[in-house]
């Protein structure tokens, strides 16, 4: 039987590096494909990846398994997102049209499948870049929501715990951001 990621972390709490290499192997996929999401850059997408792991490594022993520990995770890498993109000199447009195949299936992943024709294929993509790189435009604030709630399923109650805000506030923010991307998604048509 797999040990929760609660578990791991107590292990590690014990001394088992063998505990965080599992932690590392089950969410670096996951976590790449979210502060890529996050800062458009695959590069910083990477340096940040590693700087969450190494957090969470050096902080180990103050982790209280009263909170997920995707909760802790992603708090951490939310906050190093942003405080990263808030920095003078690293915010730059890149291109969106770079993306990463992730364990979790997201909004746009859902769009295609498998039976699809190849015309159907390709319009079918377009529309991934296009929700993409709306995505992308949308104010901080909302994107971070957007893209925990539909890029990675998350629930309004872990989002407002991840953010430290209040659950209301987060569902205010993922209906502004989605009535941002529908406009904006109906300029590009």
Request: charged share 35%; net charge neutral; with cysteine.
């Amino acid at each position: 039987m797999e040990k929760s990621d609660e578990a791991l972390m107590h292990q590690l709490q014990m001394g088992d590096l063998r505990s965080f290499d599992t932690l590392v192997k089950r969410w670096e996929k996951r976590l790449l494909n979210y502060c890529y999401r996050m800062v458009n850059d695959i590069a910083l997408a990477e340096d940040l990846r590693q700087e969450v792991f190494l957090r969470i490594y050096r902080s180990a022993k103050m982790f209280r398994a009263r909170a997920k520990f995707s909760t802790w995770m992603y708090r951490i890498a939310t906050n190093l997102c942003i405080n990263t993109l808030a920095k003078p000199g690293h915010w730059k447009e890149t291109s969106v049209a770079v993306y990463l195949e992730s364990e979790s299936e997201g909004l746009d992943d859902r769009l295609i499948d498998p039976s699809d024709q190849p015309d159907e294929v390709v319009v079918k993509k377009e529309i991934e870049d296009r929700i993409r790189s709306a995505v992308a435009c949308l104010p901080e604030d909302l994107r971070v929501v957007v893209i925990m709630r539909h890029y990675h399923d998350m629930k309004f109650r872990e989002i407002a715990e991840i953010l430290d805000r209040p659950t209301s506030t987060v569902k205010s923010r993922m209906v502004a951001g989605m009535e941002r991307l529908s406009k904006m998604l109906s300029k590009q048509e």
